[in-house]
């Protein structure tokens, strides 16, 4: 057993280094952070559009940063289950959470959520845009948006449509297609992007409205046919991808986000630091063209302008999701 004497030092000693760091200035405090491993919560399971950029964000600083950044994915609930982790974690800056705008429908969705969307996270910044691609299993016979919609008419819910859970990025796209087209179809609901893309991929689906990030690999390899994109213009990499506005149903547009997010209380000298470093692995060829490929463009924002961009959508899809009357089960 250690002596006492020697264990006294060494409570002392760690004592003043902790107090040092506490009050050491801003900028030595940004400085010194990271000093061990830091995770990034991804509340998703693998193989979705938030855990590519993830990923794609976890390798770049590593390298760069000097601490590994590990990724950790806490799937269920829409993303509420990591999301409360994250929020009940110490305000350290050792753990990121990376989630989709499906944080803020949360808050509309749910009736009660273990923590609060907007005061127990502070944006970090939004890391890529969220396009979504509406796509159908090769087996359904239509080639177009128009065809969808008309065979959805005439076999009304009996055409299935993957669903990542009431409030997420893709059953908001998919809800705003079955609204403005006046169609029904069956929604079977999956834990996140990757199960449901091999649900379609299997035939036990046949619809599906996804980050392209998800299915990027399968529409490339023809194994699934894009129809059209949430965006209000094609997108380089799929230049022949209408947008679903031009393809059958004009007025069409719902674009999200994948953003990176810290408990409240972390110091703003680690936010701004992430901020840093988060926007220089954007900026890397690799990440660049990895992400590009995807349609996952990069968004840099400052942490204030993220705030005034969660504050906006908050408002507007309270609105979406009201006009829909969808609560979670």
Known sequence: MMPRETMTVIFRATAAVAIALLSAPPVALAQAYPVKPVRIVVVWPPG????????????????????PFVVENRAGATGTIGSEIVA??????????????????????????PYDTMKDFTGVLPLAVQVGMLVVHPSLPVKSVKELIALAKARPNEIAWASTGTGS????????????????????????????????????????????????????????RP??????????????????AEAGLPGYELTAWIGSFVPAATPRPIVE??????RKAL????????????ALD?????????????????????RLIRSTGARAQ
């Open 169 to 224: 990025y893709t059953w908001l796209t998919m809800v705003q297609l079955l609204q403005m087209s006046g169609t029904k179809m069956l929604e079977v609901n999956y834990k996140g992007g990757g199960p449901a893309v091999i649900a379609l991929l299997s035939g036990e689906t046949q619809v599906f409205f996804v980050g392209i990030g998800s299915v990027h690999a399968a529409v490339k390899a023809k194994r699934l």
């Open 88 to 113: 009940k974690s110490p305000p350290d800056g050792y753990t990121v959470m990376v989630q989709s705008a499906t944080h803020i429908a949360n808050a509309h969705i749910y009736k009660k959520l």
């Open 273 to 278: 630091r992430l901020n840093t470093e988060f």
């Open 298 to 318: 990069p968004m840099p924002m400052t942490p204030d302008e993220f705030a005034l961009r969660l504050k906006s959508d908050y408002a507007k899809y309270e």
């Open 227 to 244: 129809l059209g994109v949430a965006s209000d213009k094609r997108l380089k990499p799929y230049p022949d991808v209408p947008t679903v």
């Open 48 to 67: 979705g559009s938030n855990d590519v950029v993830a990923r794609v964000m976890a390798q770049r600083l590593t390298e760069t940063v000097g601490q």
């Open 283 to 294: 900026e890397h060829p690799d990440a660049t063209r990895i992400l590009g490929a995807q």
